[in-house]
């Protein structure tokens, strides 16, 4: 009959000690327990990471001193991903879509153990525990994000190590049956892999803070940590790696070591000779950089299917090998160093598991790296992680809470093919989700399907139905300097097109033009009055009259009856006002006789009035339009041009305006109203493809979509919102249109907006100051995808984009991991947010994919559906079961559905 032992709990139990739980141990020891995160995010790209990590433990290794213990556990588990239940139709089938899958994680603890008293019996030492939890408090302190373990926690972080599970979320204990090389868990097997062999202590002669990687161009140099391997690990269900450093009293190490440099000195063999030197280079160390001297302990737990064990156990041995580590051959004693894994029980290894090395070398062994999380925010969106896991990330709140933007506007770059499209149409939809106002400029159709979906509006310029505008009509309380600005702006860009170049005389004239032309419609003058030139004229024919009439020598005033019947009271007051003003000031002066003045003033009076009041009754505005605009253009531009004696070349204006103007070949563009309802649609696409090549309409239509955007802004000033502009930017990214592109960009964000620029050439970056200037400087973020295509040139590109060599390396990532296994079709894209940027996944549903294509059969087949069904969601749950029951390829199936006559689908 076959013995069974008892495996005995090395703990004592925990005890309330103010705001900490502490975990005594048998032996006395007391211990406290924190969860922390890793600071360095696997593939950060950043060796500064590692190096102010392994710095920030050295100085924790300080901090605790001699009688401490430090263990790191670091647990690499695999789980299903389970998301969350989601309200809204496509966000459900992306859910779907991740279901299940297998995604790592990684949890890490830090275990503080103050080693008792030795001695016979266990003695309570009050100032001892005192010391642990301030020490505790200062690691804490040290450590972001890090949170105390209370009992329950311990419990159930203790029950989960013993059983190595981390996947069930109800933990259930079984047998061990341990054995020279592994110990059984009733279908699992768990085998310890220590990193040294006592006997021989294989390690490599310099060790660092983190490994780079070699392979293909694009990932070479990539910095990660020494043992990322452990993310890779095939058969593995959970991988506990267990980090020790004992905190020896120097005094007594350095004294041990002299006298073994003294023993193996005295005896005259090759190998003790280089035991001394190898001493001596530890005992310079320490002298020369102020080592610490520390004993050290790595042990890699691995646990899985008892089958599968040996293959996972070959591949940590050969990463191992690779980095010139040969790990103990004789760990027999599996169950004590599996029981050392526990928290705290570090206290039980043996003199043999322990090596002598400084603190520095020992904490570049120490595990580095973190998963992606997602961030603590109201605003995220979700993209996988590099894994092919969904993570949350917050485009906007966070980032500017924290200040690492300034605001919300974006710039995506990326070569065509690279799933920019696909980006933006993922973006686009989750945006949706957080009741955003989407305004679209489009030049391919990348967003039909979309709009579709959510039912919004999609407007097309075809020659028949051209997108119409009249930026001109507001209300007083509209008009403003940001307002004369942009028509100031569209009216030169009318004027000298797209690529033309004002001078700043022409603009202050046209800026002058607007003013007057908005205030003789909002304040018109009861009087119209007379212009300067017309005053002077005047002036010229009163003294041309007096000249021809005998002037009385007495000095007498004339009879008011006179000139009663002339003038009536409401015009004598006229003429008083008018004199007031000094309109025939030097003239009376010349004459003293001021009635008679009045007499011959009077015989021009009417006269003067009927032709004022004609002249008035031309500069009346009924309608606010470009054609009202046009006619008071032309008439106020020769007034001031004739009394500020400037240079304009008004025929010119004339001519080129014209065919904006009533019955020109333009005139609808600028003359009628845009529907109102775009001021409370939420999602609108302006599809501008087939003038995307007209050199006169191609800028104006985008110019005026970017002030429906404002109006929109202002209107709606409680709701997000978004302009996305594709390549329609280029259109008006010319010097005549900096000055705008810069006033929209810096008020977006007073607004709760953005605008997002998107491109694929690279040229159109390079060597543009207004890209760098309006766009790039005020976009906070920046979205890249696969930027190969460009590697070659990828210096003016990184200049122009201000991206350091940590942030190049992470570019150069994009697509070239190998991560592709067990995932859809994805695409990565690296957004920077601020200074620093991580590389995301876009990976989507099949019923996002159908939504958000660009092929034209695959657009086609899908609205075949559609329509048939009469519903979006519908029709794409109808495509895609019957997609599934043809067993056919999506390529073939959407080839049988676009070949299907048409009446006969239907």
């Given at each position: 009959?076959?013995?069974?032992?008892?495996?005995?709990?090395?703990?004592?139990?925990?005890?309330?000690?103010?705001?900490?739980?502490?975990?005594?141990?048998?032996?006395?020891?007391?211990?406290?327990?924190?969860?922390?995160?890793?600071?360095?995010?696997?593939?950060?790209?950043?060796p500064a990471g590692y190096e102010e990590f392994h710095q920030l433990f050295n100085n924790i290794v300080k901090l605790l001193g001699d009688g401490y213990l430090l263990q790191k556990q670091d647990i690499i588990s695999h789980a299903d991903y389970q998301p969350p239940e989601a309200a809204e139709y496509l966000q459900q089938q992306y859910n779907d879509h991740f279901r299940g899958r297998d995604?790592?994680?990684?949890?890490?603890?830090l275990v503080i153990t103050r080693r008792a008293k030795k001695g016979a019996f266990y003695q309570y030492d009050s100032g001892a525990i005192m010391a642990l939890t301030r020490v505790a408090e200062k690691v804490c302190d040290l450590l972001p994000f890090s949170k105390v373990l209370n009992e329950a926690q311990i419990n159930h972080l203790t029950v989960r190590i013993l059983s190595m599970d981390?996947?069930?979320?109800?933990?259930?204990?079984?047998?061990?049956?341990?054995?020279?090389?592994?110990?059984?868990?009733?279908?699992?097997s768990l085998r310890s892999i220590t990193l040294v062999n006592i006997d021989s202590i294989d390690l490599p002669t310099e060790v660092s803070t983190h490994l780079e990687m070699n392979g293909k161009e694009s990932i070479r140099g990539f910095p990660v940590d020494l043992l990322s391997f452990l993310f890779k690990v095939p058969g593995s269900e959970v991988i506990l790696f267990n980090q020790l450093?004992?905190?020896?009293?120097?005094?007594?190490?350095?004294?041990?070591?002299?006298?073994?440099?003294?023993?193996?000195?005295?005896?005259?063999?090759?190998?003790?000779?280089?035991?001394?030197?190898?001493?001596?280079?530890?005992?310079?160390?320490?002298?020369?950089?102020?080592?610490?001297?520390?004993?050290?302990?790595?042990?890699?737990?691995?646990?899985?299917?008892?089958?599968?064990?040996?293959?996972?156990?070959?591949?940590?041995?050969?990463?191992?090998?690779?980095?010139?580590?040969?790990?103990?051959?004789?760990?027999?004693?599996?169950?004590?160093?599996?029981?050392?894994?526990?928290?705290?029980?570090?206290?039980?290894?043996?003199?043999?598991?322990?090596?002598?090395?400084?603190?520095?070398?020992?904490?570049?062994?120490?595990?580095?790296?973190?998963?992606?999380?997602?961030?603590?925010?109201?605003?995220?969106?979700?993209?996988?992680?590099?894994?092919?896991?969904?993570?949350?990330?917050?485009?906007?709140?966070?980032?500017?809470?924290?200040?690492?933007?300034?605001?919300?506007?974006?710039?995506?770059?990326?070569?065509?093919?690279?799933?920019?499209?696909?980006?933006?149409?993922?973006?686009?939809?989750?945006?949706?989700?957080?009741?955003?106002?989407?305004?679209?400029?489009?030049?391919?159709?990348?967003?039909?399907?979309?709009?579709?979906?959510?039912?919004?509006?999609?407007?097309?310029?075809?020659?028949?139905?051209?997108?119409?505008?009249?930026?001109?009509?507001?209300?007083?309380?509209?008009?403003?300097?940001?307002?004369?600005?942009?028509?100031?702006?569209?009216?030169?860009?009318?004027?000298?097109?797209?690529?033309?170049?004002?001078?700043?005389?022409?603009?202050?004239?046209?800026?002058?033009?607007?003013?007057?032309?908005?205030?003789?419609?909002?304040?018109?003058?009861?009087?119209?009055?007379?212009?300067?030139?017309?005053?002077?004229?005047?002036?010229?024919?009163?003294?041309?009259?007096?000249?021809?009439?005998?002037?009385?020598?007495?000095?007498?005033?004339?009879?008011?009856?006179?000139?009663?019947?002339?003038?009536?009271?409401?015009?004598?007051?006229?003429?008083?006002?008018?004199?007031?003003?000094?309109?025939?000031?030097?003239?009376?002066?010349?004459?003293?006789?001021?009635?008679?003045?009045?007499?011959?003033?009077?015989?021009?009076?009417?006269?003067?009035?009927?032709?004022?009041?004609?002249?008035?009754?031309?500069?009346?505005?009924?309608?606010?339009?470009?054609?009202?605009?046009?006619?008071?253009?032309?008439?106020?531009?020769?007034?001031?041009?004739?009394?500020?004696?400037?240079?304009?070349?008004?025929?010119?204006?004339?001519?080129?305006?014209?065919?904006?103007?009533?019955?020109?070949?333009?005139?609808?563009?600028?003359?009628?109203?845009?529907?109102?309802?775009?001021?409370?649609?939420?999602?609108?696409?302006?599809?501008?493809?087939?003038?995307?090549?007209?050199?006169?309409?191609?800028?104006?239509?985008?110019?005026?979509?970017?002030?429906?955007?404002?109006?929109?802004?202002?209107?709606?000033?409680?709701?997000?919102?978004?302009?996305?502009?594709?390549?329609?930017?280029?259109?008006?990214?010319?010097?005549?249109?900096?000055?705008?592109?810069?006033?929209?960009?810096?008020?977006?964000?007073?607004?709760?907006?953005?605008?997002?620029?998107?491109?694929?050439?690279?040229?159109?970056?390079?060597?543009?100051?207004?890209?760098?200037?309006?766009?790039?400087?005020?976009?906070?973020?920046?979205?890249?995808?696969?930027?190969?295509?460009?590697?070659?040139?990828?210096?003016?590109?990184?200049?122009?984009?201000?991206?350091?060599?940590?942030?190049?390396?992470?570019?150069?990532?994009?697509?070239?991991?190998?991560?592709?296994?067990?995932?859809?079709?994805?695409?990565?894209?690296?957004?920077?947010?601020?200074?620093?940027?991580?590389?995301?996944?876009?990976?989507?549903?099949?019923?996002?994919?159908?939504?958000?294509?660009?092929?034209?059969?695959?657009?086609?087949?899908?609205?075949?559906?559609?329509?048939?069904?009469?519903?979006?969601?519908?029709?794409?749950?109808?495509?895609?079961?019957?997609?599934?029951?043809?067993?056919?390829?999506?390529?073939?199936?959407?080839?049988?559905?676009?070949?299907?006559?048409?009446?006969?689908?239907?």
């Amino acid at each position: 009959m076959a013995v069974k032992n008892l495996f005995n709990i090395p703990y004592a139990g925990i005890d309330r000690h103010g705001d900490y739980d502490l975990l005594i141990g048998l032996s006395g020891e007391v211990s406290v327990i924190i969860r922390m995160t890793n600071p360095v995010i696997r593939y950060s790209a950043s060796p500064a990471g590692y190096e102010e990590f392994h710095q920030l433990f050295n100085n924790i290794v300080k901090l605790l001193g001699d009688g401490y213990l430090l263990q790191k556990q670091d647990i690499i588990s695999h789980a299903d991903y389970q998301p969350p239940e989601a309200a809204e139709y496509l966000q459900q089938q992306y859910n779907d879509h991740f279901r299940g899958r297998d995604c790592l994680r990684v949890e890490t603890y830090l275990v503080i153990t103050r080693r008792a008293k030795k001695g016979a019996f266990y003695q309570y030492d009050s100032g001892a525990i005192m010391a642990l939890t301030r020490v505790a408090e200062k690691v804490c302190d040290l450590l972001p994000f890090s949170k105390v373990l209370n009992e329950a926690q311990i419990n159930h972080l203790t029950v989960r190590i013993l059983s190595m599970d981390f996947r069930s979320p109800n933990v259930s204990l079984n047998n061990l049956a341990p054995s020279e090389s592994e110990i059984r868990m009733g279908d699992r097997s768990l085998r310890s892999i220590t990193l040294v062999n006592i006997d021989s202590i294989d390690l490599p002669t310099e060790v660092s803070t983190h490994l780079e990687m070699n392979g293909k161009e694009s990932i070479r140099g990539f910095p990660v940590d020494l043992l990322s391997f452990l993310f890779k690990v095939p058969g593995s269900e959970v991988i506990l790696f267990n980090q020790l450093i004992d905190i020896p009293d120097q005094t007594a190490v350095l004294r041990k070591l002299e006298q073994k440099k003294k023993r193996h000195a005295g005896i005259p063999d090759p190998a003790n000779q280089l035991c001394v030197e190898d001493i001596d280079l530890l005992l310079n160390d320490v002298a020369r950089e102020s080592q610490l001297l520390v004993h050290a302990h790595y042990n890699i737990l691995i646990a899985g299917r008892h089958e599968l064990l040996p293959k996972a156990t070959n591949y940590i041995e050969s990463a191992l090998f690779g980095m010139g580590i040969i790990p103990s051959k004789n760990a027999y004693n599996q169950l004590e160093l599996f029981r050392s894994a526990l928290p705290g029980n570090g206290v039980e290894l043996k003199e043999y598991d322990w090596f002598l090395t400084t603190c520095d070398a020992a904490i570049c062994f120490f595990f580095k790296e973190s998963l992606q999380q997602d961030e603590p925010s109201d605003f995220l969106l979700r993209f996988t992680d590099r894994q092919g896991i969904p993570v949350g990330m917050d485009p906007a709140d966070l980032p500017m809470r924290t200040g690492r933007i300034n605001n919300r506007n974006k710039f995506v770059l990326g070569p065509s093919g690279s799933g920019k499209s696909f980006f933006m149409n993922a973006l686009i939809e989750q945006y949706m989700l957080y009741e955003m106002d989407m305004v679209i400029v489009d030049t391919g159709h990348s967003y039909s399907g979309l709009c579709a979906y959510y039912q919004g509006k999609y407007i097309t310029y075809t020659d028949q139905q051209p997108i119409t505008m009249n930026p001109f009509q507001i209300d007083e309380s509209e008009y403003n300097i940001e307002k004369k600005d942009f028509l100031a702006t569209l009216i030169m860009l009318l004027w000298k097109g797209a690529e033309g170049i004002s001078t700043q005389v022409e603009r202050d004239v046209i800026s002058q033009v607007i003013s007057a032309y908005y205030q003789h419609y909002f304040n018109p003058p009861e009087f119209p009055g007379l212009s300067k030139i017309e005053r002077e004229a005047i002036r010229t024919a009163v003294a041309e009259k007096l000249k021809e009439i005998s002037v009385p020598e007495e000095d007498t005033p004339a009879d008011p009856a006179e000139f009663s019947e002339v003038l009536n009271d409401a015009e004598l007051a006229e003429i008083d006002h008018w004199l007031m003003r000094g309109l025939a000031d030097s003239v009376a002066r010349e004459y003293k006789f001021r009635a008679f003045f009045l007499r011959l003033y009077a015989l021009d009076i009417r006269i003067r009035k009927n032709i004022a009041r004609e002249a008035f009754r031309s500069k009346l505005i009924k309608q606010l339009d470009f054609n009202s605009f046009y006619e008071f253009a032309l008439w106020k531009l020769p007034e001031i041009k004739r009394d500020e004696g400037i240079s304009f070349d008004l025929d010119e204006f004339r001519y080129v305006l014209k065919k904006f103007y009533r019955g020109g070949e333009y005139a609808a563009i600028l003359n009628e109203a845009a529907d109102q309802s775009l001021f409370t649609e939420r999602f609108i696409v302006f599809e501008i493809d087939s003038i995307k090549e007209h050199r006169v309409l191609f800028p104006i239509v985008t110019l005026i979509i970017m002030d429906v955007f404002i109006q929109k802004m202002r209107f709606r000033s409680n709701r997000r919102k978004a302009l996305v502009v594709e390549e329609a930017w280029k259109a008006i990214a010319s010097p005549l249109m900096a000055g705008y592109l810069l006033y929209l960009y810096k008020t977006v964000r007073k607004f709760w907006g953005e605008a997002i620029v998107v491109t694929q050439e690279l040229g159109d970056i390079i060597g543009n100051p207004i890209v760098k200037d309006s766009i790039i400087n005020n976009s906070d973020t920046i979205c890249l995808l696969d930027q190969t295509k460009f590697r070659d040139n990828y210096d003016e590109i990184a200049a122009l984009l201000a991206t350091n060599e940590t942030e190049r390396r992470k570019i150069f990532t994009i697509n070239q991991l190998e991560n592709q296994d067990g995932r859809g079709r994805f695409k990565e894209v690296y957004i920077r947010r601020g200074a620093t940027g991580e590389v995301y996944g876009v990976e989507v549903s099949l019923h996002q994919y159908l939504t958000y294509t660009t092929e034209k059969p695959e657009k086609s087949a899908v609205e075949k559906y559609i329509k048939r069904i009469g519903n979006y969601r519908q029709g794409l749950d109808a495509f895609v079961l019957d997609f599934h029951a043809s067993g056919q390829s999506l390529s073939a199936f959407i080839t049988s559905v676009n070949q299907t006559d048409h009446e006969k689908f239907n």
